[in-house]
């Protein structure tokens, strides 16, 4: 009776044995296989910056390259994202700090914001040992919006403020031109005036 109990013991423990190595070399293959997962759209329609708006950002130290690591993690792996994702997590809470005034405003520092918590959602999802392959392409989705949201703020600011730059001009030409007129209108009265007192 021992001796079948113990063949029984040991054949369990095969068992399980095995069992516990497969699901663990399947876990492995999971894990490899997410961390070779492409992540990003590389064609994604980022706009262009107009030339005002990049001489603006010469005075925002580190947002271009801000800018371009953020367009850089599209079609990358896992392995790239996770200490790209830390960096400009810290970067971004450092240009949210240096904001120049000549580009500040409420609808392009609120997009900044967007962006930075697009990149902190993306860094947490990244970091997990077990990374949802789903959350992470999501969020990657989620922080090209976030930016192409600003780079179009960031134009559609300038193109705004060349606009009311023009019509203060025109306003000025047209006050100078009915000024004009107004002086031309009474020196004429005047000469008249003048002729008629002779």
Request: aromatic fraction near 10%; proline fraction near 4%; hydrophobic fraction near 35%.
């Amino acid at each position: 009776m021992k001796p079948i109990f113990l063949l029984y013991f040991f054949g369990g423990l095969l068992l399980l044995g095995c069992g516990t190595e497969a699901s663990n070399e399947v876990a492995t293959q999971e894990v490899v296989g997410d961390s070779l997962k492409i992540y990003g759209n590389t064609e994604f329609p980022f706009p262009t910056l107009s030339s005002e708006v990049e001489e603006a950002l010469l005075r925002w130290s580190d947002y271009q390259d801000f800018q371009g690591d953020i367009q850089q993690l599209n079609g990358n792996a896992l392995n790239f994202l996770r200490p790209r994702t830390e960096l400009l997590a810290n970067r971004a809470d450092s240009l949210l700090k240096d904001f120049p005034d000549s580009i500040f405003g409420k609808p392009i520092h609120s997009r900044m914001v967007i962006v930075n918590t697009r990149i902190k959602l993306l860094n947490q999802a990244v970091q997990r040992s077990r990374p949802d392959t789903v959350k992470v392409a999501y969020y990657v989705s989620e922080l090209n919006k976030a930016l192409q949201s600003l780079m179009i703020q960031l134009n559609e600011k300038y193109q705004k403020e060349a606009i009311d730059e023009q019509r203060r001009e025109d306003e000025l030409k047209e006050l100078e031109k009915q000024q004009r007129f107004l002086d031309s209108v009474y020196q004429q009265e005047l000469k008249d005036n003048n002729d008629q007192n002779l």
